[in-house]
């Protein structure tokens, strides 16, 4: 059975960092794309960031030049480094990762912003 494990959530400040991870476990053959999605209170879940295995990124317009998307194959996690953290990045954000050719989800981890 595969599982996607996030951890990182929290509370933090606007203006502020915090740093998500999500790690696979299991019978794991093969990844492909890895990636973070967020889904806001009343709205409906969207993507923040995708990378590739072989490290192509990809962002939400609202998230350029702020959250940094990484991962790493050997520890089969995936990262998301967010900076200057605004009011509106508060949502729960859900782990994605292709694996196996199967589309698998995190739980998910909350992420609030606020003072």
């Known amino acids: 059975q595969v599982q996607l494990v996030e951890s990182g959530g929290g509370l933090v400040q606007p203006g502020g960092s915090l740093t998500i991870s999500c790690a696979a476990s299991?019978?794991?053959?093969?990844?492909?794309?890895m990636g973070w999605y967020r889904q806001a209170p009343g709205k409906e879940r969207e993507l923040v960031a995708t990378i590739s295995s072989s490290g192509s990124t990809n962002y939400a317009d609202s998230v350029k030049g702020r959250f940094t998307i990484s991962r790493d194959n050997r520890k089969i996690t995936v990262y998301l480094k967010m900076n200057s953290l605004k009011p509106e990045d508060t949502a729960v954000y859900y782990c994605?990762?292709?694996?196996?050719?199967?589309?698998?989800w995190g739980r998910g981890t909350q992420v609030t912003v606020s003072s």
């Open positions: 994605y990762a292709n694996v196996n050719v199967m589309d698998r």
């Open positions: 299991g019978i794991i053959f093969n990844i492909a794309n």
